[in-house]
C-alpha cells in the first residue's frame, strides 16, 4: 500500500470512530477566556463540552480576549471563546456554534449579550424553569450585527 493511501485510510478511519465529535470541534480545541470564580462560565462550558467540544479554559477573565479578538465590548458577556478563527461572546448555544462552522459566514463571530436567563449556563434549577428570550448575534466587521437565531 502506498504512504499517501495509507494515510488517507488511516485518517477516514480516525473521523468515523471521533464521528461527530471530531465534526463539531473541526478538530480544533475551543479557548474560553473567563473568570475563575463564575459559576454560569462553568455551566455554559459543560454545555459546549457536552455537545462534542473540547474546551482549554484560560482563567485570566475575558476583556483582553475580547479586544484582542475585535468583539465590541457592546456586545460583552461573562465569558469570550474562539475556535475556527470565529470568537463567541457570552451564552452562546452549541447548536449556533456548530451551525456558524459549518456555514461560515463573514463577521467576527456571534454574541448573546449580558446574561439572558434560559440560556446556555444561565438554564439551572436556579431559574425555575425562566426562558427569557433573546437573539444571538452575527457580529460583522463594521461593529454592526445581524440577528443569527433567535429564542423565545
Request: glycine share 14%; with cysteine.
Amino acid at each position: 500500500m502506498k504512504r499517501r493511501t495509507f494515510l488517507r485510510s488511516t485518517l477516514a478511519s480516525a473521523a468515523l470512530v471521533a464521528g461527530p465529535r471530531l465534526w463539531a470541534q473541526g478538530a480544533a480545541i475551543m479557548e474560553v477566556w473567563k473568570d475563575p470564580s463564575c459559576g454560569c462560565c462553568n455551566e455554559w462550558i459543560k454545555h459546549v463540552k457536552d455537545n462534542g467540544f473540547t474546551v482549554r479554559i484560560h482563567d485570566t477573565g475575558n476583556a483582553a480576549a475580547r479586544a484582542r479578538f475585535g468583539m465590541p465590548v457592546k456586545y460583552g458577556g461573562c465569558h469570550t471563546a474562539r475556535i475556527g478563527g470565529y470568537v463567541f461572546e457570552g451564552h452562546v448555544p452549541a447548536r449556533d456554534i456548530k451551525r456558524l462552522l459549518k456555514e461560515k459566514p463573514t463577521g467576527i463571530g456571534l454574541a448573546v449579550p449580558g446574561m439572558p436567563v434560559g440560556s446556555p449556563g444561565m438554564d439551572g434549577p436556579a431559574y425555575k424553569g425562566r426562558l427569557d428570550p433573546y437573539d444571538v448575534l452575527l457580529v460583522l466587521a463594521d461593529g454592526s450585527f445581524r440577528v443569527f437565531q433567535s429564542y423565545g
